[in-house]
T-cell receptor, first 111, second 116 residues
Framework: DAKTTQPNSMESNEEEPVHLPCNHS???????IHWYRQLPSQGPEYVIH???SNVNNRMASLAIAEDRKSSTLILHRATLRDAAVYYC????????????FGTGTRLKVLA | SAVISQKPSRDICQRGTSLTIQCQVD?????MFWYRQQPGQSLTLIAT?????????ESGFVIDKFPISRPNLTFSTLTVSNMSPEDSSIYLC?????????????FGPGTRLTVL
């Protein structure tokens, strides 16, 4: 079954870059890689997604390994508001399009 | 984008009773989903709510326990039936606006359920 593996927690200093890793060794060729984050008492919010190539948006960058078995979410300059649980998710077509959530990484940002 | 509201935001219920959670979207959407987030855990997909037909349930979830209605393209309900303390969780709905299913999902704020 599709599965992602993430570190339970990470710490970063404010205004420094953060690299959040994710392993997805059982990814299939048509699975998308999504990243969401969840702040306390809120639903998850979209960060970025990609299929094969690296992706950039105003929030973050997504670096995808050539074999697609791992990816890294990059926050270029962490702020205190970036403290959240970050989920690496595989999106898979199986009848309908489904998200398979990983366990998440709790990011702590230090002032 | 889509703005999603859920009712109730939280509830405390007695075991053996049922609770119906509502999910309202501010625009018509084709794809709507229900998730469960157990305390301190990640999200697990319960089912896909299909408009005009029966929901599609994931392994481990059954219609008798989690009946779902989707009467139109902006509204859905999830009922948690015959509740036990193990059903204490946050229940979230999500939608995908537009026709591209791999695009951004928008999540509601969740319904925090405590079963005594």
């Amino acid at each position: 079954d599709a599965k992602t593996t993430q570190p339970n927690s990470m710490e970063s200093n404010e205004e420094e870059p953060v690299h959040l890793p994710c392993n997805h060794s059982t990814i299939s060729g048509t699975d998308y890689i999504h990243w969401y984050r969840q702040l306390p008492s809120q639903g998850p919010e979209y960060v970025i997604h990609g299929l094969t190539s690296n992706v950039n948006n105003r929030m973050a960058s997504l670096a995808i390994a050539e074999d697609r078995k791992s990816s890294t979410l990059i926050l270029h300059r962490a702020t205190l508001r970036d403290a959240a649980v970050y989920y690496c998710i595989l999106g898979r077509f199986s009848g309908t399009y489904k998200y398979i959530f990983g366990t998440g990484t709790r990011l702590k940002v230090l002032a | 984008s889509a703005v999603i509201s859920q009712k109730p935001s939280r509830d405390i219920c007695q075991r053996g009773t049922s609770l119906t959670i509502q999910c309202q979207v501010d625009s018509q959407v084709t794809m709507m989903f229900w998730y469960r987030q157990q305390p301190g855990q990640s999200l697990t997909l319960i089912a896909t709510a299909n408009q005009g037909s029966e929901a599609t349930y994931e392994s481990g979830f059954v219609i008798d326990k989690f009946p779902i209605s989707r009467p139109n393209l902006t509204f859905s309900t999830l009922t948690v039936s015959n509740m036990s303390p193990e059903d204490s969780s946050i229940y979230l709905c999500s939608v995908v606006p537009g026709l591209l299913s791999y695009n951004e999902q928008f999540f509601g704020p969740g319904t925090r359920l405590t079963v005594l």
